[in-house]
Nanobody, 124 residues
């Protein structure tokens, strides 16, 4: 059983920063590609960022490029999302996701495990 637990969400003013963390309870974490997605009220879940198993390859949605940074620490079974220059439109529940299959993807359907989500609210 794979469990992903996000933390670090909260309320922040526009222009501020937050760092989200995702802890994975799986021994083979270093073989998983990981991603972050978000879902705002009344909207579909959307891709934010993803990182390869090694951490070498990363990719971002255009809406967060240059403001967000995804990283991972395989020794600690952790993946992070550093968010800076936050905007009110970044307000959403943020989800950590893990992909068992080889390769990387930005599609939510390509991920096999999901966390419960953490709320990020950016006030104007």
């Amino acid at each position: 059983q794979v469990q992903l637990v996000e933390s670090g969400g909260g309320l922040v003013q526009a222009g501020g920063s937050l760092r989200l963390s995702c802890a994975a309870s799986v021994r083979t974490f270093s073989s998983y590609a990981m991603g972050w997605f978000r879902q705002a009220p009344g909207k579909e879940r959307e891709f934010v960022a993803r990182i390869s198993w090694s951490g070498i390859s990363t990719y971002y949605a255009d809406s967060v490029k240059g403001r967000f940074t995804i990283s991972r620490d395989n020794a600690k079974n952790m993946v992070y999302l550093q968010m800076s220059s936050l905007k009110p439109e970044d307000t959403a529940v943020y989800y950590c996701a893990g992909r068992v299959r080889s390769g990387v993807t930005t599609s939510a359907s390509g991920y096999d495990y999901w966390g419960q989500g953490t709320q990020v609210t950016v006030s104007s």
